[in-house]
């Protein structure tokens, strides 16, 4: 653990390697003054040399992003949101992980495991917790309401950070199996974008009785012919329909144009150093995920009001910040062993599918039913980009309700 953190251990003896521990954020206000010292000290280089963001991450917006971060932005805002919520440590396989557990009052509330993804942490979904859990304040009904656990994955946020290798996406998707066991559920269900997309999608084939389905807003639906095709480059093949052409399209911009931190860090994650050091570097980096996500973040960061707010985007930088995650979380990339992020993955478990239309692709209803067999919700829902519980959070509560509603007793 990192000064940032207190783990609140129990009477539970420490021998107990499956004692779950309640967990407190508390970070020195030393560190938060190094933070702004750091962020102030930035040696900025010249601006870009276009008009648009063809070169990355725009010298406005994150100088914009830095002055906001120095002077008037608080973390114990985002802490105290955090402390109020029902979060525990337990160990898996010899790794510390940190989790939100937050319990409906509703009678056959269905427990949930919702995974972030990168450049993430549990801060995206804090948002969903209440319409899931507590849906009659939110619109819904007792029936629709969730147990809700939000892990913070191996190497991110508060979870222990791995010193061996082995920690890839099926390893997590196993692990939340016996973090779901272990908090007592016989019968659960798992939703995921991004990582928490692959991870949710591996528990659906890895299949443990437990899981009852899983519901992901980035479907890894991509035949593994039209995945190569794509990453070669090649022009999108005669025989794709109209749905099928744009998310073909897509994904080979996606490939050719917006994925390169993905290849860094699968390849070269230690070397990163620089993000480990540097606030704005770290900043940059995590802006710069795909570009209809850093479009809206630098209307924001200008001044605008749209789905993320300025407090959004730095409460999950500043957290990866104080616990010094960037290049543990990276490793995950390494981990992966070259194996596609988007190609269909064997999931044989009941599915649900939302496409939010600023998603790195949109999924087509045709490969989504031939890459999940047991296809139970598929939805085009109208706003909402890649990180789409942090951004869209109603919309996104309701595909999660209507989903999993045909999977409730």
Do not use: C
Not at 137 to 159: E, K, Q, R
Not at 330 to 346: D, Q
């Amino acid at each position: 653990m990192t000064p940032a953190t207190v783990k609140q251990r129990g009477s539970e003896q420490a021998s107990d390697k499956t004692a779950i521990h309640p967990f407190h954020v508390n970070v020195p206000e030393t560190e938060l003054n190094e933070l702004r010292r750091r962020i102030n000290a930035t040696k900025w280089p010249e601006r870009e040399t276009v008009t648009d963001a063809s070169q990355g991450v725009q010298l406005a917006t994150i100088q914009a992003l830095a002055r906001y971060w120095a002077t008037d932005y608080d973390w114990r805002k985002i802490e105290a949101k955090m402390n109020a919520l029902p979060q525990s440590i337990t160990e898996i396989d010899g790794l510390d992980i940190h989790f939100i557990h937050v319990r409906s009052r509703h009678d056959n509330a269905l427990p949930l495991i919702v995974t972030h993804g990168w450049p993430g942490s549990i801060t995206e979904q804090m948002k969903i917790i209440d319409p899931l859990t507590n849906p009659t304040a939110h619109g819904g009904n007792a029936s629709d309401a969730f147990h809700v656990v939000i892990p913070s994955m191996p190497g991110y946020g508060f979870s222990g950070k791995p010193s061996t290798t082995g920690w890839d996406p099926g390893h997590i998707a196993g692990a939340w199996t016996v973090l779901m066991k272990r908090l007592g559920y016989t019968k659960f269900v798992a939703q995921g974008g991004d990582w928490g997309a692959i991870i949710t999608e591996l528990m659906g084939v890895q299949a443990p009785p437990e899981l009852l389905g899983i519901h992901t807003n980035m479907a890894n639906v991509i035949p593994l012919d039209i995945d190569k095709l794509a990453f070669s480059g090649a022009p999108a093949p005669a025989n794709l329909s109209a749905d099928e052409k744009l998310a073909y399209e897509r994904l080979s911009i996606v490939y050719a144009k917006g994925i390169g931190y993905g290849f860094q860090m699968g390849l070269r994650p230690q070397t990163l150093y620089g993000i480990a050091d540097s606030p704005v570097g770290l900043a940059a980096y995590f802006l710069d995920h795909d570009a209809r996500s850093y479009e809206l973040i630098a209307r924001v960061f200008a001044g605008g009001s749209e789905g993320l707010t300025r407090d959004d985007v730095l409460d999950n930088i500043t957290l990866t910040w104080l616990t010094n995650t960037a290049l543990s979380g990276a490793r995950l990339y390494w981990e992966n062993k070259g194996a596609s992020f988007f190609a269909v993955k064997g999931v044989v478990v009941p599915t649900a599918v939302s496409v939010f239309p600023d998603e790195l692709y949109p999924a087509p209803r045709s490969w989504a039913e031939r890459a999940y067999p047991k296809l139970i919700h598929y939805n085009k829902v109208d706003k909402g980009g890649h990180f789409a519980a942090w951004e869209q959070p109603q919309l996104f509560t309701e595909e999660v309700r209507a989903g999993f509603r045909s999977l409730r007793n």
